[in-house]
T-cell receptor, first 111, second 111 residues
């Protein structure tokens, strides 16, 4: 079945360093969503990308959707301790419309 | 304020007992979902409903049951047939193909 793989599973950075998490789908996606889950909390929607090659920015966060609509990335510039949490991508299948979550990347930031 | 309310937040169950987790939303969303979250495995879809009185199995429906008698409510029953029910359960709602709004979750522990 369709899979969405997300790497790395964990990332520890020093405050001020950059961070990137990657998502790869086995099939073409109609769109991809990103969520953030703080420790002990619930996932909160960050953004949705729809177009091939799309790039969107939210302050220090940059989201990209690949040209083939099979991969995506989230890049955080100059991490802060408030960025701590688990970041999930969720790809919507172009065939079935089903939303498939990646396993998440847990980010730890050392002050 | 609009949102999703899950209850209870914490629940302990003895083996062999059924338990029901509540999920109520006042966002006027047609679609509702139940996910299970285990450490390192992301979010796995249990059941979803796109309209009142209709619901479909997700990827891990065995041992669970749901109902959708009202648009606002989508309760999940964890039955005694679920072999490993200890987990964090998340309810969500959305406009179809849109972003998911999550509740704060219910943490179930089987004693």
């Amino acid at each position: 079945g369709q899979q969405v793989m997300q790497i790395p599973q964990y990332q520890h950075v020093q405050e001020g360093e950059d961070f990137t998490t990657y998502c790869n789908s086995s099939t073409t996606l109609s769109n991809i969503q990103w969520y953030k889950q703080r420790p002990g909390g619930h996932p909160v929607f960050l953004i949705q990308l729809v177009k091939s090659g799309e790039v969107k920015k939210q302050k220090r966060l940059t989201f990209q959707f690949g040209e083939a609509k099979k991969n995506s990335s989230l890049h955080i510039t100059a991490t802060q301790t408030t960025d701590v949490g688990t970041y999930f991508c969720a790809g919507r299948s172009g065939n079935t419309g089903k939303l498939i979550f990646g396993q998440g990347t847990t980010l730890q930031v050392k002050p | 304020d609009g949102g999703i309310t899950q209850s209870p937040k914490y629940l302990f169950r003895k083996e062999g007992q059924n338990v029901t987790l509540s999920c109520e939303q006042n966002l006027n969303h047609d679609a509702m979902y139940w996910y299970r979250q285990d450490p390192g495995q992301g979010l796995r879809l249990i059941y979803y409903s796109q309209i009142v009185n209709d619901f479909q199995k997700g990827d891990i429906a065995e041992g669970y049951s749901v109902s959708r008698e009202k648009k606002e409510s989508f309760p999940l029953t964890v039955t005694s047939a679920q072999k490993n029910p200890t987990a964090f359960y998340l309810c969500a709602s959305s406009i179809y193909t849109g972003e998911l709004f999550f509740g704060e979750g219910s943490r179930l522990t089987v004693l």
